[in-house]
């Protein structure tokens, strides 16, 4: 098992930055990548960021946020953080962390994040 916790969000106007923050605790071996989905409100989840945990690669990242949001991890902490910029009222969602296992994918809670225009 995986427990993911979220930290980061709130509210922030148009063009405003905000970062979020997600700590991983259990069994981390079993975890092959980390990232971020969103879902606003009557729409779909759909994926932000990912990247791999244990291995190099370049970060995967929705069409959407690229030039936009910066997803970093931080092995030692077992943190994964996304750093959003330039926001818009678009990107208004509740977002959830994930851990991407070979078995399994768990979830975070989910964090608010509201861009007011």
């Known amino acids: 098992q995986v427990q993911l916790v979220e930290s980061g969000g709130g509210l922030v106007q148009t063009g405003g930055s905000l970062g979020l923050s997600c700590a991983a605790t259990g069994k981390l071996s079993t975890i092959a990548a980390m990232g971020w989905y969103r879902q606003a409100p009557g729409k779909q989840r759909e994926l932000v960021a990912t990247?791999?945990?244990?291995?190099?690669?370049?970060?995967n990242y929705a069409d959407s946020v690229k030039g936009r949001f910066t997803i970093s991890r931080d092995n030692a902490w077992n943190t994964v953080d996304l750093q959003m910029n330039s926001l818009k009222p678009e990107d208004t969602a509740v977002y959830y962390c994930?851990?991407?296992?070979?078995?399994?994918?768990?979830w975070g809670q989910g964090t608010q994040v509201t861009v007011s225009s």
């Open positions: 994930i851990a991407i296992g070979h078995l399994a994918n768990y």
């Open positions: 990247i791999q945990t244990h291995t190099p690669g370049t970060p």
